[in-house]
């Protein structure tokens, strides 16, 4: 596509053009071209411009998946939620920028894993021994497309090496342990697995964000620190921004800010009363304040058609 829509765009259409973008991507990797990043930087500059102004791309990232080709909407919505993972853990401006690039090529290695393998990578119960082999060497696929020039390419180039090995060294390519992979690759590493367990898959329905959180919570210690375990929590919290709640008191509203302090008592902006009823004012709730009040649960907001994002 012609990047200069990308920076053209914002919130919802940015994300649009995102996809497209990185699905041509893939296909360069398919075909058997390099990328270079330089014009990669600029976008992910841009990315982080237009989500420090405002919430709407969180917003798309919790709630949309493409069930045509999940890698795609994956990957866009691994570098929003790593851009605010990176931005709460307070990392210098280089460490955000990179992130931002690395997540947003950090897939490109599918174009060269047969298509119909892509979205099987984690249920083992329908992949045989050779075909996860193959689908686990799409970091290295992903490394090898990347045409450094500078040394932080050969950076963005390690993370996307690194985007698949655990803290305790359990990963692939090459088994490093958490201490030997660069920060940014420990952030898309979390980052992935919590985005792939809050969408669904063909093998499985989603997971809402608190119970997606508690399976990454039991591989403390061993696949992922107590460290990237907090700051994901932290960061995304286990109610993130756009994510649709029923409250006790039997309203629904969507999350609209989070707090690092209280992750659990984010602020809702009311949509619906407990009869069904669209409310005419919106009004925000501050659960923090409101101690009577909580959220009984999440519900799925998920949008698969781009046709259908609405400012």
């Known amino acids: 596509m012609n990047t200069n829509s990308i920076y053209k765009s914002q919130g919802y259409d940015l994300y649009k053009n995102l996809l497209i973008f990185t699905e041509d991507n893939i296909e360069a990797v398919a075909k058997g071209n390099k990328l270079s990043l330089f014009e ?7 990315i982080i411009n237009d989500f420090e102004r405002s919430a709407a791309l969180m917003d798309v990232a919790v709630n949309f998946y493409d069930p045509d080709d999940v890698v795609v909407s994956h990957a866009v919505n ?7 993972m990176a931005l709460e853990m ?12 690395a997540a947003l090529v950090h897939d490109v290695g599918f174009g060269k894993i047969k298509e119909s393998l892509r979205d099987k990578e984690q249920d083992l119960s329908i992949i045989t021994e050779k075909e996860h082999e193959l689908v686990q060497t799409h970091p290295k696929h992903g490394y090898d497309a990347i045409a450094p020039e500078t040394e932080r390419d050969k950076r963005i180039a390690e993370t996307i090496l690194q985007h698949h090995e655990r803290a305790d060294g359990s990963g692939y390519p090459n088994g490093l342990e958490e201490s030997q992979q660069q920060i940014s690759a420990r952030i898309i590493s979390i980052v992935d697995v919590y985005e792939a367990l809050i969408h669904p898959r063909p093998f499985r329905d989603a997971l809402v964000p608190p119970k997606g959180i508690e399976v990454l919570v039991k591989q403390k210690g061993s696949e992922f620190s107590v460290e990237m375990l907090k700051a994901l929590i932290v960061s995304l919290s286990f109610y993130p921004i756009g994510q649709m709640v029923l409250l006790n008191n039997g309203f629904i509203g969507k999350v609209i800010r989070t707090h690092k302090d209280n992750p659990t008592r984010p602020d809702v902006q009311l949509y619906i009363d407990p009869s069904g009823n669209k409310l ?8 923090e304040e409101k101690r009577i009040l909580s959220i009984e649960k999440c519900l799925p907001g998920f949008k698969s058609d781009t046709s259908n994002f609405k400012e």
Do not use: G, P
């Not at 990669?40 to 841009?46: L, P, Q, T």
């Open 40 to 46: 990669i930087y600029d976008i992910a500059d841009h």
């Open 78 to 84: 691994n570098t929003i939620f790593s851009l605010k």
């Open 90 to 101: 307070d990392l210098s401006e280089e460490d955000i920028q990179d992130t931002v690039t």
């Open 280 to 287: 005419e004012e919106q009004e925000i709730i501050r659960l």
